[in-house]
């Protein structure tokens, strides 16, 4: 995923410390990876670098250490609102794991509804356990918990799919394979 524009976004509501852009955005995107503190910095010098954010030396009232707060400029605006704006480029996955996987089981004599099934288990345990995080009920999780959930539906559906022609596609990779 882009981090840059989750913290353009994080930005646009309001000038931020590193720690509460890093603190939102684990909130927000990065329930399962954490954004860490090396990669954030980084990526924040890239966008200071590129005048997408300005930095901000601040002292604390108390007299403790002068920490950076980091501001959205208009051509970082510019470029969050063309990031937002633009759709996502739909990409063929023709080598997907779940595909390969299936040809090579079959490549090698293997049985390939033992993959299948085996995958099968696992998708329907994780659909399970994303169904009660987005019952807990916080809202923050319900988006991302439904994104995952319908595309593991639509990986149960191939299964589904592949599995009710796995003799037909056996047959013409093991005589592809035999013609070579």
Known sequence: MVVSYPLLGILN?????????????????????????GYLYATL?????????????TSEPSGGPERKQYILTSLGKEDLAAWLAMPEELRPNTQAILYTKVITSILV??????YLDSQRLAHLKRMHELTELRDRGDPSLVPQADY?????????RWIEVTAARLETLTKEIRSERERY
């Open 148 to 156: 995952d959930l319908f595309h593991l539906e639509a990986d149960l």
């Open 13 to 37: 509501r309001q000038p931020s410390y590193g720690y509460e852009l890093k603190r939102t955005y684990d909130r927000l995107f990065g329930k399962d990876k954490p954004l860490a503190v």
């Open 45 to 57: 010098a890239r966008l200071s670098r590129d005048n997408k954010i300005v930095e901000q030396e």
């Open 109 to 114: 004599d293997e049985d390939p509804n033992y």
